[in-house]
């Protein structure tokens, strides 16, 4: 029972502020004042807050409010926490799936190829693999008591950095650091220079196209390709039907039969049989049977019974071999020098030029034709006149043709002035039907020679001289 005021004294609102458990709220309740004491004020409750120990929180919209309107006997919350706003985890997003599943490749024009399956994956360097999201720190917080809430840091994405892998931007991106083959290995994403194939490369592997060295521990089987843009190319078994090209060198453990080989480097290998082999460098083999091969540097054999047998060989430095042709004597055909090579432009560019000659001259007949037509009929049907423009403009274009054909003579002509000292190694025997160009020299050998060496004379004869 509240105490009876008999003297009508005026007694003052009284303010009771309180603090939860976990300080995260305050409260007020202001009792109403009696006979004229004195009202709330934002002044009193503020006091009454700090009296309580409330430094943080305040809502001081709620506080005037209560203090303007003289709310009185009523709780309200006058103050609350800010709760720590947690630190967000760091994310990893990878723009690569980790596994490869070769799929035959689809164009646009809906035709498939079985044999493109893309289980090798090429990045350049600096290919971008992965953005990665930093964590956060969160934002502190605090309780009406003014204690500071600290937040929990978020955690770094979880990753490994492969061989070959690099961090950049400030750690927010994974990159390659070389050129190479990407695969996900022990939990990364790693770049690898080279690349090698266990098995033979048919339809389970497809083609394989690849920027850096290539290995193939078996076969390249019929219709198949291996193809390294900038590095070599190891095949540990033998090329049957397929492809192999290398920006630098290929080596051939076994040998190839009717395959197609191009090296920007040196070629080695063991038989070479019914082949189309072009190397920028030297070429070393066992035996070449009925190949097509150009060879920018030297062309050896490797031991004394090899050799050339039948087939087309162009070869600009030397070429130092076992025999040349057979006793069943197959035509073999060697081209020695880049005078050879030029001088076999030469004739071709010379044939050319005698079928434009031919052309022009033909042309020349259908357009005097048709113009004294023209003049006798006072015009020409548009078909006919459609005949004489074309007429007139191929015989213009062959003309420039002939023109450009003869400048490379006059070229190639200043390059054959330069005698090239080359010459053929035979250590075992060369055999008839055997064909020999030196520079602009030919020979076709009559006899058989053994233990030879074949070269031009001042004279640009052909010498036969023993070894």
Not at 370 to 378: A, F, I, M, S, T
């Amino acid at each position: 029972m509240a105490e009876v005021n008999e003297n009508n004294a005026p007694i003052d609102c009284v303010i009771i502020a309180t603090i939860n458990s976990n300080n995260s709220v305050a409260a007020v309740t202001v009792m109403a004042p009696q006979n004229g004491g004195t009202e709330v004020s934002t002044e009193l409750i503020m006091k009454a807050l700090d009296d309580k120990g409330v430094k943080a929180g305040i809502i001081e919209e709620t506080v005037n409010s209560i203090a303007r309107e003289k709310l009185y006997n009523t709780d309200f919350v006058v103050a609350r926490w800010k709760q720590a706003e947690n630190g967000v985890d760091g994310e990893i997003t990878y723009h690569f799936e980790k596994s490869v599943e070769g799929k035959p490749t689809e164009n646009s024009k809906g035709n498939v190829n079985y044999k493109d399956l893309g289980i090798i994956r090429t990045v350049l360097r600096n290919t971008i693999i992965a953005d990665i999201t930093l964590p956060t720190d969160g934002e502190a917080g605090y309780d009406v008591r003014g204690t500071v809430l600290q937040p929990r840091p978020g955690k770094k994405a979880s990753y490994q950095l492969g061989p070959g892998t690099q961090l950049i931007n400030d750690d927010t991106q994974i990159s390659a650091v070389i050129d190479g083959a990407l695969f996900w290995r022990n939990n990364s994403f790693c770049v690898e220079p080279d690349i090698t194939l266990k098995d033979d490369i048919d339809f389970k592997t497809g083609n394989i196209e690849f920027i850096g060295d290539i290995t193939v521990n078996g076969d390249i089987l019929e219709g198949f390709k291996v193809v390294s843009q900038k590095g070599s190319v190891t095949v540990k078994g033998a090329v049957f039907g397929g492809e192999v090209s290398a920006g630098i060198d290929v080596t051939l453990k076994k040998g190839c039969n009717h395959a197609k080989i191009t090296a920007g480097g040196n070629i080695d290998s063991l038989f070479c049989e019914y082949s189309n082999i072009n190397c920028a460098g030297d070429f070393t083999a066992q035996n070449l049977i009925l190949c097509d091969v150009y060879c920018g540097g030297a062309l050896r054999t490797k031991a004394g019974s090899g050799g050339l047998v039948g087939g087309r060989y162009t070869i600009i430095g030397d070429c130092e071999v076992g025999n040349i042709g057979s006793q069943h004597y197959p035509i073999t055909e060697i081209t020695l020098g880049n005078n050879a090579v030029l001088a076999t432009e030469k004739e071709d560019l010379q044939r050319g030029i005698a079928t434009r000659n031919q052309e022009v001259h033909d042309l020349g007949l259908i357009i005097d034709y048709l113009n004294n037509k023209k003049k006798e009929l006072r015009g020409l049907p548009e078909d006919k006149e459609e005949i004489l423009g074309n007429s007139v403009r191929q015989r213009l274009i062959k003309g420039r043709e002939i023109q450009k054909m003869n400048k490379r003579i006059d070229e190639i002509d200043d390059f054959l002035s330069n005698r090239q000292n080359l010459r053929i190694n035979c250590k075992g025997t060369i055999y008839p039907k055997t064909k020999i160009i030196i520079n602009q020299s030919r020979c076709e050998v009559v006899v058989e020679w053994k233990r030879v060496s074949v070269y031009l004379d001042e004279d640009n004869e052909f010498k036969f001289a023993p070894l």
